[in-house]
């Protein structure tokens, strides 16, 4: 299987920044995911393979941006303006081949281990 590894999350308080970073060396369509204590997981936002199209849902949208750098194989999420209801685990996650809805977590091949986003006020 492609081994992704997330880094970046952490504690920090309402209104900060935090960028998470995904190794990919694949360099494949990738998606972030979070899932809160108790819930689902949830879509976030996701990346074409060039990076040249991203997609966010709605709660997220002008205040996380996602981005990567293939020369680093790594994608990016940057999280701005956070907010206590983001305190989740974030999960990367990529497809050879999107075959599906990219916000459904299925429509993914590869999953990492996450990386913990705590919010508090």
């Known amino acids: 299987q492609v081994q992704l590894v997330e880094s970046g999350g952490g504690l920090v308080q309402a209104g900060d920044s935090l960028r998470l970073s995904c190794v990919n060396s694949a360099r494949t369509f990738t998606g972030w995911f979070c899932q809160a204590p108790g819930k689902e997981r949830e879509f976030v936002a996701a990346?074409?393979?060039?990076?040249?199209?991203?997609y966010y849902a709605d709660s997220v949208k002008g205040r996380f941006i996602i981005s990567r750098d293939n020369a680093k194989a790594t994608v990016y999420l940057q999280m701005n303006g956070l907010k206590t209801e983001d305190t989740a685990v974030y999960y990367c996650?990529?497809?050879?081949?999107?075959?599906?809805?990219?916000?459904?977590?299925?429509?993914?091949?590869?999953w990492g281990q996450g990386t913990h986003v705590t919010v508090s006020s």
């Open positions: 996650a990529t497809t050879r081949l999107l075959n599906g809805d990219y916000e459904n977590p299925r429509s993914y091949e590869y």
């Open positions: 990346i074409t393979r060039s990076g040249g199209n991203t």
